[in-house]
């Protein structure tokens, strides 16, 4: 196989920056050595206090394989990703070759189109269902990356796990190592690399409703607005658990959200029962039987908002040197 041209590991790059990460800390990085991708887990970007084991920031990197994978694929390259190759080396999250010729299917060309549209949107969303076909959509995507969607609402579990939404956000509330670091990350001016931008905040609820909005991304300058009741909420699941899981799970999330940008839908994260131990445990048990619950998704129908800036790609990839090869 002939080595792809430059601007093709370029478009790759760029879209896997473009993955979701929270308070969009970006914890990657990659590094080339040939046909060869691999991607490293930055603990400079690690949440300390809300991340501590750095479940999400692998998550966050997962997504970034997988928008990585799916540009390579839509130039007609066959790609093997292998998660967690190395057990002496944790932070090689995952490792991307190069593997011959393979035509690009429609549906990959449809999700690498939707990965410079999707954004998380945490604004209002309208009092408008998902129809039964495009969730089913969601269930399958969450599928072909060995990853499950479950939804809340069918489940009986939506009240239980919106009540842990409403603790986890009281319980950071009074942290302040918490919100110190949370702090830092949001609230950001518009042409920030990283971090929230205040462009990105939602208004304030003129009520609240079932689900919490994140205080940290409310920007109180802005009028408050009505938000949907009762919005669709999605946990995204594996068999297994432990870091591998975590990155599998990430590549499961990221195909949901591009499917859901795809059929346009809107999406934001309800992350803060995942950051505090005991509503992570209750999490854990709420879903026994089913598998480890990773993320938790709003989704719903919604307006366009900003997408947030992403660092360089210059500033996160290195190009492994390689040792001229005498002529035979």
């Not at 990659?30 to 300390?48: A, T």
């Not at 999400?56 to 839509?74: D, K, W």
């Not at 919106?162 to 319980?171: D, I, K, P």
């Not at 899981?245 to 934001?268: I, N, Y």
């Amino acid at each position: 196989m002939s080595r792809p041209h430059p601007t093709v590991f370029d478009q790759a790059f760029a879209a896997a920056v473009r993955a979701p990460s929270p308070h969009n800390t970006q914890p990657w990085r990659f590094v080339v050595d040939g046909d060869v991708i691999e991607i490293w887990l930055d603990r400079e970007r690690v949440l300390s206090v809300a991340d501590p084991h750095r479940r999400e920031a692998r998550l966050a990197c997962g997504a970034a394989a997988f928008n990585l994978v799916i540009s390579l694929r839509t130039h007609d390259l066959a790609v093997v990703a292998r998660t967690l190759p190395d057990q002496a080396q944790p932070d090689l999250v995952a490792v991307i070759r190069l593997d011959g010729n393979q035509k690009a299917t429609r549906i990959e060309r449809r999700l690498a189109e939707a990965v410079f549209r999707r954004h998380t949107n945490r604004r209002p969303f309208l009092d408008k269902e998902v129809p039964p076909g495009v969730r089913t959509a969601l269930k399958s995507a969450a599928l072909a990356e060995g990853g499950q969607v479950e939804y809340l609402d069918t489940s009986g579990r939506y009240s239980t796990v919106a009540s842990l939404v409403r603790q986890a956000e009281v319980m950071q509330e009074d942290d302040l190592a918490f919100q110190t670091e949370t702090a830092f990350w949001t609230h950001r001016p518009p042409e920030s690399p990283d971090g929230v931008p205040k462009t990105a905040a939602g208004p304030p609820p003129d009520h609240h409703g079932v689900v919490t909005l994140r205080a940290s991304h409310e920007d109180a300058a802005l009028p408050t607005r009505e938000y949907e009741q009762q919005p669709l909420l999605a946990a995204v699941l594996t068999r297994d658990r432990g870091p591998h899981a975590e990155v599998r799970a990430g590549m499961a999330m990221q195909r949901v959200l591009l499917t859901a940008t795809a059929e346009g839908l809107a999406a934001s994260f309800l992350s803060q029962p995942f950051e505090t131990p005991r509503t992570r445990e209750s999490l854990d048990r709420i879903f026994a039987g089913l598998g480890q619950p990773h993320t938790l998704l709003r989704i719903g129908y919604g307006y366009p908002t900003r997408l947030t800036a992403r660092r360089a790609v210059a500033d996160v990839l290195t190009r492994r040197a390689r040792p001229d090869v005498p002529a035979g």
